[in-house]
């Protein structure tokens, strides 16, 4: 990827996607399932661009939603209905019958309280909800606190008696038709036995629920499979897909994993320029054009992400450690601390990498700042598939409600 063409081009900061990179992520996991019925649903939250969202679905892929939002973007890529799942456990009653109205794959419930009112919405409508329930398998996946899921402490599923029981419930309900079993730990998973710990013990529920005669058909495994920031040691998608298909051996369910992370991160590039070289006594800063509002993951969880000072040698004599920052104002705008850099002059390039997810679908207008421009690369072409945002973007539901100034 020409990083100095595109950023000449597009202006900074902006996001930069290798779509051939996606296709080829999505194609190593669906690969690795093959022979086995499975669907890779791809997990919208991670980079929800429209184009991202139907290039995937152009390959297969289908969609993991988290709000309605999620969803209607889904449709309008091209996801087909019946491989878009809708997950989360804080979902409202309009998005709820939003769901059952488009007729997707299935509602992933994550509470009884929600299963009630899933319920009673499908009956109003006149509709039968398929559902999944997600199963909390108590299960410490070994990532940071924040994206940590499968716990007890965890505000997410139900624990197994009460997912047994619901089952029950369901199954004798004429409104919903329990069709799925979910389980999800947490992201950026490095180590598989939790995972693999979490699918035996959610397959034995499975076994039970179908030998009470719940007719499931989907055995969905959630997403989180890590990926390489700094020098972590990835999941083998062949030996996740093996162990898996293992852990439901014998049973005829359908495999539905849930990536973000693992098809769009590598691939995506944050390109920022740099405005100022700020010294402080011995303290050296780099002022780039991009903040903490167009990526905040070094911020809010003091992430790494590798910084490359582009068209210049990383190994260079004269490098110095410096703090690469934004210009938002808080101290926790930067990009990377105590980074050693070579001398640098106002204009130079950096690429930030691994920020394909949670990079621009976490960003925000903080500070009024104008959100970024996205862009795909795709067999060796380049076209915009987000402008950046305009001053009038940021003000039109706010002009139009000013009182007239005297
Ligand atoms: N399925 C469920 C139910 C989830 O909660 C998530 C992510 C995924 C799938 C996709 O996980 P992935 O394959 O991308 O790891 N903002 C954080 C990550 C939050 C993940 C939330 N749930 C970050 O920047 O690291």
Redesign the pocket.
Known sequence: MDYQALSNRYGTPLFAYDFDRFSAQYALLKDAFSGSKSLIAY?V??NSNLSTISHLAAQGAGA?C?SFGEVKRALIAGVPKYKIIF?GIGKRDDEIAGALNEDILFI?IESEAELARVEAIALELGKVARISI?VNPAIDPKT?P??S?GLRENK?GVDIPTAQRLYLHAKNSAAVDPIGI?F?I????TDLAPILEAAHKVAELARTLIALGIELKFFDV?????VVYKDETPIDPNEYAKGILSAIKGLDLTVIC?????LVSEAGFFLTRVLYEKRSGDKRFVVVDGAMNDLI?PA??H?YHRVEVVGKPSADANETLCDVVGPVCESGDFFAKNLPLPPIVRGDLLAIHTAG??GFS?SSNYNTRRRAAEIAVENGVDRLIRERETYDDLFASETKLLKASK
């Open positions: 997990a939250k991670a993991d988290v997950s992933n997600r940071h924040y994206i899921t997410f979910h999800h947490g992201s950026q998973l959630g997403g989180g499979i890590g849930e990536p973000g992370r693992f993951r809010l969880y992430a997810a949670y976490m």
